[in-house]
Every structure is written in structure tokens, then in C-alpha cells.
């Protein structure tokens, strides 16, 4: 009977002391990152604006920091040049793929798109992912709440993918509109 017993008692003792060394070296090592610009998301500022002194806005929530949302689960950040009166709305928006459209949208103090960053796109190669292309993006650029955003001609053979674009720059142009304020006032 102890034969039978002790291997499995053994291994057992075994996986306890391994995870607990595991847990005891995530605890010493994490950094939290909340609230950094990656070195691609400061490109993505600095491609949109140029130079700026750029920050992630972050609030409390259940006694963590986290990135500001405004409630809608498709904003990762908004990231803000608070001296510039400038703010950057980091969303991923689905267009023919699940969330696949991770960009930038900047919104200059007179409400309206300064330009677009992407940051990875997930769509149909050739065809969703061209809205993607400079040409295609840069007609978002000068637009505001008051802009008839869905006259933008969608693109040929990424109908779905044009459409969650919209989407995501109407929705970037309506928070910053109604929370400009406290995103741009210190």
C-alpha cells in the first residue's frame, strides 16, 4: 500500500514547492505597466501630432490604476498632451475580423481628427487590411461630430473593414466631445 501512495504523495509535494517558487518569483519581478506608452504607441503620437508631452490617463478602480475607458470596452487608452490641448484615443474596433483594428485616432482641440496611427491590423491581407493604406485613412482627417463621417466612400472589397473605421472614429470624435474638459483641463 505505501508504495502506491508515497509516488504520488512525492510528485505532489513536488508541484506544490515548484508553484509556490513560481508565484514567489511573478511577485518579486512584476512591473505594472499601466499607464507606459509602448515605443510604438509614442510613434503613433508623434506620427499624429509631432513632439508633445503625451501621457496615458489612468483613474482608480477597485483600488487598481487602469487606463480611462468612458465604459466602452473597445478603448484601450486615451492618451493625452494636456500643454498642446491634444488627446488620442487608442482603440481596438472589429471590422471583418474580431478586433481587427488596433489604432490611434488624435483629435485636436477643435474637435476634430488630426490624423490615424495603426497599430497592428488584423484584417483580410489585399483586401480589409487597405484601409490601412495613407490614401484611405487620411480622408478621416479634418473630421468632426459634425462631419458626415459615413460620406467617406467605403473601400472596394472592405466594406466591413471601412465600416468599423467609421465606427471607431465616430465613437473616439463622441467621447472626447462630451469629456474634453476633464481630459484636457488640469
Known amino acids: 500500500m505505501k508504495s502506491k501512495i ?3 504523495a512525492v510528485l505532489t509535494v513536488i ?8 508565484v514567489l518569483a511573478h511577485n518579486m519581478t512584476y512591473v505594472d505597466n499601466t499607464g507606459v506608452l509602448t ?15 503625451y501621457e496615458i490617463v489612468t483613474e482608480k478602480k477597485d483600488h487598481d490604476t487602469v487606463p480611462v ?24 474596433w472589429d471590422g471583418y475580423a474580431k478586433g481587427g483594428l488596433h489604432l ?17 491590423v488584423g484584417e483580410t491581407p489585399g483586401l480589409g487590411a487597405k484601409v490601412a493604406q495613407k490614401d484611405y485613412y ?38 472626447y466631445t462630451v469629456h474634453k474638459g476633464e481630459l484636457l483641463d488640469e
Not at 508541484?15 to 513560481?22: A, E, K
Not at 475607458?69 to 481596438?92: A, H, M, P, W, Y
Not at 472592405?158 to 465616430?170: D, H, P, V
Request: aromatic residues 6%.
Open 138 to 175: 487620411e480622408k478621416f482627417s479634418g473630421l468632426s461630430v459634425e462631419s458626415d463621417i459615413e460620406a467617406v466612400d467605403n473601400m472596394t472589397a472592405a466594406t466591413y473593414s471601412s465600416k468599423g473605421l467609421k465606427e471607431a472614429c465616430e465613437k473616439a470624435l463622441e467621447i
Open 69 to 92: 475607458d468612458f465604459g466602452v470596452k473597445q478603448i484601450n487608452s486615451v492618451i493625452t498632451d494636456k500643454k498642446n490641448r491634444r488627446c488620442i484615443f487608442e482603440l481596438t
Open 104 to 120: 490611434m485616432i488624435g483629435i485636436n482641440d477643435e474637435n476634430k481628427i488630426e490624423g490615424l496611427y495603426f497599430l497592428s
Open 15 to 22: 508541484c506544490v514547492m515548484v508553484c509556490s517558487l513560481l
Open 6 to 8: 508515497m509516488p504520488p
Open 39 to 53: 515605443d510604438e504607441m509614442k510613434k503613433g503620437c508623434e506620427e499624429i501630432f509631432g513632439e508633445g508631452s
